[in-house]
């Protein structure tokens, strides 16, 4: 480990990985649930370095798939010179996010389907 403060190598007790991952994923969904996007990140950008040295290619992968994805929308100019302007920009977090609006289509689905 590396001392925050004075950026040298510090040795300590390792500790349970697994457990730490448990502690992360609560905390993960915690922040989902009440909302705080951008505390998701840090929180996911903390796992992700946590990864780095303490985990194996498919715990690297999950939390990779779970960072978020800058998006960028693109709108035509009103000059009619038929270019396109940046209008808007912002992250969508990861498969947690595509997952919830997928389940929320499917319970959606039914009521379509009914007309109700």
């Known amino acids: ?9 510090v040795e300590g007790e390792g500790g349970d990985p ?3 991952r448990k502690v992360l994923q609560r905390g993960y969904d915690a922040l989902r649930k009440e909302g705080l996007k951008e505390e998701r990140v840090v ?4 796992w992700k ?8 290619d498919a715990d690297r992968e999950k939390v990779e ?4 994805r800058v998006v960028k929308k693109w709108r035509k100019t009103d000059d009619g010179a038929n270019a396109l302007e ?5 992250r969508i977090l990861g ?7 997928r389940l929320t289509f499917l319970t959606l689905l039914p009521r379509a389907q009914t007309g109700t």
């Open 95 to 101: 498969r947690s996010s595509r997952l919830e609006r």
């Open 49 to 56: 370095e946590f990864e780095a040295f303490h985990g194996e």
């Open 65 to 68: 798939g779970m960072m978020p």
């Open 86 to 90: 940046e209008c808007t920009s912002g």
């Open 43 to 46: 929180l996911l950008e903390a």
């Open 18 to 20: 697994d457990l730490a």
């Open 1 to 9: 480990m590396v001392d925050e403060e004075t950026g040298e190598e």
